[in-house]
C-alpha cells in the first residue's frame, strides 16, 4: 500500500512537472519607436531577432532576422499614403487586387474599416510547404504603417496567438 502510494506520488509529481514543461514560454515584446520619415511605435516579438541594416534599404523600414531561424523574419516600415483620400475599403481593394498574379495565396483576409486596418495571412505559391506571411497595414491620414512577418509554416499557431495583440495596437506613438 506504501509502495502503490509513493508511486503515485511520483506519477502526478512527473505528470505535474511535464505539463509545467510543456507550456510556452511567455515572450518579451520589444516597444520599436521609429522617426524617421513615418512616426510609429509598435511594440513586437523581437526576443530572438536581430535587426539586419543591410536589408533596410529605404527610411523607416526595420528588418528583423531570427537568429535560429533564418526563414524568419519581421519587417516593419512606414511609407506615403498615396491613397490618403480613398476610404479604408478601397485601398484594401487595391492592396489585394493583383496579389495572386504576383504568387501571393491569401488564406485569410480581414479589413477593419472602423480601425483602419487590415491584415492577410497567407505564403508565396513557390513556398507553400515552407512559410507563411502575416501582413498588418494601418491607414493613417498621411502615413501607412506595414509589419509583415514571415516565418516556418510550423510556427502558424504561434502568429495566430500574437495576432490580437498586434491588432490591438495603433501605431501612434504615446
Known amino acids: 500500500m506504501k509502495k502503490s502510494i509513493s508511486m503515485l506520488v511520483c506519477m502526478l509529481y512527473l505528470a505535474t512537472g511535464l505539463s509545467h514543461a510543456a507550456q510556452p514560454k511567455p515572450q518579451k515584446w520589444t516597444e520599436l519607436r521609429n522617426i524617421e520619415f513615418a512616426e510609429y ?75 483602419k486596418r487590415f491584415y492577410g495571412w497567407g505564403y508565396w505559391s513557390n513556398s507553400r510547404h515552407e512559410t507563411r506571411f502575416l501582413e498588418i497595414v494601418w491607414l493613417r491620414d498621411k502615413e501607412v504603417v506595414k509589419f509583415q512577418a514571415t516565418f516556418p509554416v510550423a510556427d502558424m499557431n504561434l502568429w495566430k496567438a500574437r495576432l490580437p495583440h498586434l491588432l490591438a495596437q495603433t501605431t501612434a506613438c504615446k
Open 41 to 115: 511605435c509598435l511594440a513586437l516579438p523581437l526576443e530572438g531577432y536581430a535587426e539586419d541594416f543591410k536589408q533596410s534599404d529605404v527610411k523607416g523600414k526595420h528588418v528583423f532576422t531570427n537568429r535560429a531561424r533564418k526563414k524568419s523574419e519581421i519587417v516593419v516600415w512606414g511609407l506615403d499614403n498615396a491613397y490618403s483620400k480613398a476610404a479604408p475599403e478601397i485601398y484594401f481593394k487595391r492592396y489585394y487586387g493583383g496579389a495572386e498574379e504576383q504568387g501571393q495565396i491569401l488564406e485569410e483576409r480581414k479589413l477593419d474599416a472602423a480601425a
